[in-house]
Structure formats: C-alpha cells, structure tokens
C-alpha cells in the first residue's frame, strides 16, 4: 500500500494474545482504520482510531499514536475463527488508503 | 436488511469484451468506492464518487469506466483496454468520505477465458 507497512504474515497460537503493528505515513492523516478480511470474502470493519490512545471492543482492541504514524490491532482470547488478514487503513481526503494485509493463522 | 450487492459474484471476459459489475446500496450513503484485490494484496482504488452524478479517477483507473446516475448505484465497467483484468473487485459505500468506515459488498471475482 501507498506508504503503509505491516507484516505480511503472523502466526499465533489459539488462546494466545497477538499485536499486528501498522505504520503510515502522516501526512494528510485523517484517521486509522482496521479490517479483517477472511479469504474469499469482503473486508468488515474492526475499528477506527483518530485520536491517540486505545480503543477496546471485546477481545479486539485498537492504538494509535499519530506523532510516531503508528498504529497496532490486538487480538486476545485467539480463537481459530480469527485466522485471516487483517488489513490497516488511513483516511486520506476522500478516500482510504490500504496496506496490503497481514495475514494471521491461528493454530490450535 | 441494509446492505451492498454486486453481481455477478463470478465473471469471465472474452478478449477485446467489455463487462459490467454491479453495485447497488440500499443504505442511503452519499459515498461508494471500487476497489481491486489482487492475491495475496492489499485494496487499490480504482474509481471514487463523493455524490450523484460524480466521480473521481482512484489510483488504477485506466481501462475501466464508471457511472453514477442514481445514488444508489455505481456500476464499473471494465473495458478491453485493461489488459490483466483478472482479480478481484470489491465494491464499498460510505456516510461520507475521507473519515467515516467504508462497508464492503461481498465482491465479483473476474477471469479472462
């Protein structure tokens, strides 16, 4: 993705916690978004950070730093549903831009 | 139920023919976007509309065509002057744009023959 990197692929083990780091470049920075996409399907939306902090929703949670142009997803509780990608988003004027995905396995 | 729709959810193109996706929303959002995925790759734009009856160029325009006449659809058009058109294209539609969460159909999956 344009000036968005993540690491394109992560293995963790069910039950466990797992971060997936994202960086972005800042400027024109509108706002971080995550996605998880399982293979073959449509993206849906995990979580939206603008301001710097931590936003929980159940066993994800989400982080921003807007000076460092860094965000990271955590997973906790893995279960063996959340193997997928998991794609990193900033807002950009009108539209997103993507990275390209990092894609997690779960193992039992 | 709200949602998006595109259709076909499979596609195969002869060389030198024009297809059509569909994508309709009945979530009344201003916003929809095109987006192509290639495998093992992130979401490029390809084609962007703010509002009826206007849309912008994303960063992978050439050889595909849109139009949105009604503001619950923004069909593509993928023209034979895209020479890999095989992948897959998702459509997405949003409140507004630039900051507000993007919902995604369940995508066309393309293929030449």
């Known amino acids: 993705g344009q000036n968005i990197d993540q690491p394109t692929e992560m293995t963790a083990t069910e039950g466990a916690i797992v971060q997936i780091n994202c960086t972005y470049q800042t400027s024109g920075f509108n706002g971080l978004f995550w996605y998880q996409q399982h293979a073959g399907e449509a993206p849906t939306f995990l979580s939206y950070n603008v301001l710097d902090g931590l936003e929980e929703k159940g066993r994800f949670s989400s982080f921003l730093s807007r000076s460092k142009g860094y965000s990271y997803l955590l997973l906790k509780e893995l279960q063996m549903k959340d193997s997928a990608s998991y794609l990193c988003a900033r807002g950009s004027s009108y539209k997103l831009i993507f990275g390209s995905g990092t894609r997690l396995l779960v193992r039992p | 139920d709200g949602g998006i729709t595109q259709s076909p959810k499979y596609l195969f193109r002869k060389e030198g023919q024009n297809v059509t996706l569909s994508c309709e929303q009945n979530?009344?959002?201003?916003?929809m976007y095109w987006y192509r995925q290639d495998p093992g790759q992130g979401l490029r734009l390809i084609y962007y509309s703010q509002i009826v009856n206007d849309f912008q160029k994303g960063d992978i325009a050439e050889g595909y065509s849109v139009s949105r006449e009604k503001k619950e659809s923004f069909p593509l058009t993928v023209t034979s002057a895209q020479k890999n058109p095989t992948a897959f294209y998702l459509c997405a539609s949003s409140i507004g744009t630039g900051e507000q969460p993007q919902h995604f159909g369940d995508g066309t999956r393309l293929s030449i023959l």
């Open positions: 979530l009344n959002h201003d916003a």
